[in-house]
């Protein structure tokens, strides 16, 4: 493209970045939960972070869950944001969204029963989880 292999190098390297990212941003929109559920996933996300913090202690768990809990605890803290938080709605919703698709795959995978018995919060946010999990 350009002559000189590096820059070839580095242009198809931020070219494969930026595909990466959009499929990602893709996937988010595909997997939200609908409706008024990303709002009501916003206000229990503080429970829900417990929530997964003590699923991923639970030795009682399947490994492949617990190291799914574990790389979604790593990716909330690391401070770089798949969207950024300035871009509208989905700026800082893009955790809840990941949050939801992970605890779906959590709650087929390990039972709503070990949900149930991890989680800090109240009756009615235990009820927004079910509903994000897509069980009712």
Request: charged share 20%.
């Amino acid at each position: 493209m350009t002559g000189s292999f590096w820059w070839d190098l580095l242009i198809g390297i931020a070219v494969a970045l930026l595909v990466t990212w959009l499929v990602l941003v893709i996937a988010l929109v595909v997997v939200r939960p609908r409706g008024g559920l990303l709002k009501e996933a916003l206000c229990v996300l503080p429970d829900v972070m417990r929530l997964v913090r003590r699923l991923a202690a639970d030795q009682e768990l399947p490994r492949g869950v617990r190291v799914r809990l574990w790389l979604l605890l790593l990716y909330l803290a690391v401070p770089i944001d798949l969207i950024p938080d300035f871009i509208p709605v989905l700026g800082y919703a893009d955790d809840a969204i990941i949050v939801t698709a992970v605890l779906r795959g959590v709650v087929r995978r390990a039972g709503l029963e070990a949900v149930r018995k991890h989680w800090p919060g109240t009756d009615d946010g235990f009820a927004v989880v079910v509903r994000l999990a897509g069980l009712r």
